[in-house]
């Protein structure tokens, strides 16, 4: 029996180490190989495109006034309740006034005692100005200087009396008036007036994006009360002052004039608000994902993906304006790799292992 015809494998044999050959390569491609992500495609469309600065506030009137008394005490009347509209000047409240009473009557009397003791210094070196002794000099001056002191302490409890009463300095509407008459009232607001004849939005922008923005810029608010309402206004004015939030970041406000809102203000009402530093109309757009940062966008085409420089107009917080470079209604890819990378078109696994156990390749495109 000759050797080579022992070695030499059957039929049979061969078929079974194709058969494992093959599916070993075929789980090594399913299972040993890291799953592609299916490419994911978009049209290019026509819309509306802005470029803005968003952040959050509250609505208010154009001048808002805290009243407090400067000194605590008993509330004796309030004149007014929330709702109510009030004039520049009118009263709103006053204190009790019977302790004051009795400090300015006493200070009245101390003064009177004091003028009576100057009166009789003067007495005494009446028709003897010109020969005054030294001691008559200080008792006539003494008795002056006590005089001048309880005139001013008259002065003083007359002007406690002016504080005992609040006036509004403003005309508008009552928002707050948390007391009634009998209270103790501390350093706390008595009431708050709103001069709504204007109504504004304060909100605060950080500081990185306030060079954007500028008087007279278009602004749209959506309060939370209000969520399917937009509520258009101009920047009004910047203050110019910093200020640091709770979080420690550092930020301007700008107050927002709306024009003729449609709404109930209510000072306090939180939003948002969104600056429009550009805008263009029917533009045609594509999501910023899929614009790499050379400003080329993949198309799909039949032959495959084709590399498109674009030249790009205005950014919103998800969509780019296409100035030049696509079609509307071109399909785009999204999430496009980074400059270099080769992009794959996907096959079904399948067709995928096959091609590659039998030498096949797949397109692809940069």
């Known amino acids: 029996m000759k050797i080579s015809h022992l070695l030499k494998p059957s039929r049979k044999k061969i078929v079974i180490l194709v058969i494992l050959i093959a599916a070993g390569a075929l789980g090594f491609f399913f299972f040993g190989q890291k799953k592609q992500t299916p490419l994911q495609f978009t049209e290019v469309k026509k819309q509306d495109i802005k470029s803005i600065v968003s952040s959050s506030g509250a609505l208010t009137g154009k001048n ?54 100057v009166d009789k210094a003067l007495d005494d070196v009446k028709d003897h100005s010109a020969d005054e002794s030294f001691t008559q000099r200080v008792t006539r001056t003494t008795a002056q200087v006590a005089r001048d002191n309880a005139y001013d302490s008259v002065k003083a409890a007359q002007r406690a009396f002016q504080d005992t009463v ?80 709770s979080s420690g970041a550092t930020v301007i406000t700008v107050r927002i004039n709306l024009e003729d809102p449609a709404i109930t203000p209510i000072n306090g009402l939180s939003g948002q608000a969104s600056i429009i530093l550009d805008e263009a109309k029917s533009a045609l757009t594509v999501p910023q994902e899929a614009l790499r940062e050379d400003n080329t966008i993949f198309v799909e085409t039949a032959q495959g993906l084709r590399m498109e420089k674009v030249e790009v107009g205005i950014k919103s917080d998800t969509d780019v304006e ?27 696994p399948i067709q995928t292992a096959i091609f590659r156990v039998f030498g096949g390749g797949t397109r692809g495109a940069r």
Do not use: H
């Not at 890819?333 to 794959?344: D, F, M, Q, V, Y």
């Open 64 to 117: 808002v006034a805290d009243l407090k008394f400067k000194s605590s005490g008993k509330l004796s009347y309030i004149n007014i309740k929330v709702g109510d509209s009030v004039y520049a000047g009118e009263v709103i409240a006053g204190l009790d006034t019977q302790d004051l009473s009795i400090t300015l009557q006493q200070a009245q009397n101390t003064l009177r005692d004091k003028q009576a003791l």
């Open 166 to 245: 609040i006036i509004s300095p403003i005309a508008g509407l009552v928002t707050k008036a948390p007391y009634i008459p009998g209270q103790v009232i501390g350093s706390d607001a008595v009431a708050q007036v709103v001069d709504f004849s204007e109504v504004f939005f304060d909100t605060d922008i950080d500081e990185a994006d306030i060079g954007k923005v500028s008087l007279g810029q278009k602004a749209e608010i959506i309060l939370d009360a209000y969520p399917d309402q937009i509520l258009e206004g101009v920047v009004d004015e910047i203050i110019p002052q910093t200020k640091e939030t």
């Open 322 to 348: 296409i100035k030049k470079g696509l079609n509307e209604k071109d399909r785009v890819l999204l999430n496009p790799p980074a400059n270099g990378t080769r992009i794959s078109q996907n096959r079904n």
